[in-house]
């Protein structure tokens, strides 16, 4: 058993059913009253790996796309997995996550495809890529002590160390850039270090790029869909969140992370709601 | 039954599984061995719009994902829906496309989970969009009259009438202009005007922006995310695929659509395999 909490919270074991798995959340990775998405995505993940990577072949998400159809909640999870296709080069799949609902039957919170290979594999040859954006290092950049209180609510936000380019952070005084751009560094706060398993979680864990737009309202993910490209050195990771259209209440957020080498090693674009200010 | 040859290739019948539409594709949506992904999609939105719409509240897939698990050949297809929600302003769904395999038993195809809603009440409040990219007007395209005949194979580019911005039309003749940037004008060769539909076949019917890095061979999409942003104008699309990540055989290409006023209404992210050339 892991010492760091994003192992633990990431283990399942086999249910009674052909391809589940079963586990518990519990309430260390909650945002606003859900489960956070990115943590997910990654027991959907680590799900579907447990089927499609029996001998260590395809121990990787290249691409997974998730659909959130109901809030969770911490408690017991049920993920049903099934394998479309187990390739030479790549597996694909489905995981359905379910929790007991009003009348204890199985009810669905968010249904996942997902794409299997070996990022090993992938690292070259190397055609082109986007530059890490020009940021301050960590320490020039502000830290969660700085969060107001809506954030520091967050249990999320205790899992990690995250440190915001002082240009993405004025929104933490009411003085959002407008930019639409969120930039910073993050990692887990109790030092386990980045695999592609945290990439897919890290694409997720910041504050919402709608709040530099001083959008502060809940914005509900319907849809996130990740690459992972590359496996990430060890140390920081450098995320910066975009979005560009911001039309009748929905938003797409697009999310880069370069790794401390500068590599970029992962992408992912989610479509969420938003409500403008009152 | 519509005139139109788009319209004509999304004819579904009620098939005798529950929540089962049943059709056909023809050779008219080939690109390469394979059915266009595009058509397929829109098939698949077809599939679960008579699902989900059946009171007229949800006609518009909002987002859409794809996995492409094995290619489609011309011949009978099977759609089988599942309604994971149907809820007050959206509904999700999940569609799985299938064909008679070598046995002659179901083999599945694709994968797609999607999310309806109604694109009308979608229009407003507009907070920021991205603007179209200045190219040339379509009359001074570049038509498909001058692709090589590697595109004229492809019975796909007879169903539209394609018009490439010169920038962007270098590889015809052998010189990409390697910014990893293919932008240009589309609309069906016979006059049918554009609607949400189209929208999501039009994400994925330009040539592939690889062939603006010389990267000539086939590109096999892995995984299909749409995001339909607004109910399109008549007349042009203009069309604008970019792609910045081309590492260890994986490429994303990222497309976006406005229509003949300007206004954004589409955006895709699809993951795809690549090739360097020998």
Request: proline share 8%; charged share 20%.
């Given at each position: 058993m892991s010492g760091f909490e994003f192992d633990r919270a990431l283990e399942l074991r086999p249910g009674k059913a052909p391809g589940e798995m079963i586990?518990?959340?519990?309430?260390?990775?909650?945002?606003?009253?859900?489960v956070n998405g990115g943590l997910l995505m990654?027991?959907?993940?680590?799900?579907?790996?447990?089927?499609?990577?029996?001998?260590?072949?395809?121990?990787?998400p290249l691409a997974l796309s998730a659909y959130f159809v109901l809030p969770t909640s911490p408690g017991?999870?049920?993920?049903?997995?099934?394998?479309?296709?187990?390739?030479?080069?790549?597996?694909?799949?489905?995981?359905?996550?379910?929790?007991?609902?009003?009348?204890?039957?199985?009810?669905?919170?968010?249904?996942?495809?997902a794409t299997f290979g070996d990022l090993g594999d992938r690292m070259a040859p190397h055609v082109r890529s986007a530059p890490a954006p020009v940021i301050p290092p960590p320490e020039e950049c502000v830290?969660?002590?700085?969060?107001?209180?809506?954030?520091?609510?967050?249990?999320?936000?205790?899992?990690?160390?995250?440190?915001?380019?002082?240009?993405?952070?004025?929104?933490?005084?009411?003085?959002?850039?407008?930019?639409g751009v969120l930039s910073g560094w993050v990692r887990f706060s109790d030092g386990r270090e980045p695999d592609p398993m945290a990439l897919l979680w890290a694409l997720d864990a910041l504050p919402p790029v709608a709040f530099d737009l001083g959008l502060y309202g809940w914005?509900?993910?319907?849809?996130?869909?990740?690459?992972?490209?590359?496996?990430?050195?060890?140390?920081?990771?450098?995320?910066?969140?975009?979005?560009?259209?911001?039309i009748g209440g929905l938003m797409e957020e697009d999310a880069r992370i370069w790794d401390s080498g500068g590599r970029l090693v992962a992408l992912s674009r989610q479509l969420c709601g938003f409500r403008l200010p009152r």
């Open positions: 586990g518990d959340v519990d309430d260390r990775w909650m945002i606003g009253k859900g990654c027991l959907a993940a680590a799900a579907l790996r447990s089927q499609v990577d029996r001998d260590g072949a395809h121990p990787d017991p999870i049920s993920l049903t997995t099934t394998v479309l296709r187990a390739g030479r080069t790549m597996s694909t799949g489905q995981v359905v996550l379910s929790q007991p609902g009003p009348d204890d039957h199985p009810q669905e919170r968010m249904r996942a495809l830290s969660r002590q700085a969060a107001p209180d809506f954030l520091q609510h967050s249990s999320l936000v205790s899992r990690m160390d995250l440190r915001l380019d002082p240009v993405s952070a004025g929104w933490l005084h009411g003085k959002p850039s407008g930019l914005v509900p993910t319907l849809e996130f869909s990740a690459h992972l490209r590359g496996r990430p050195a060890p140390g920081w990771l450098q995320v910066q969140l975009r979005t560009e259209n911001v």
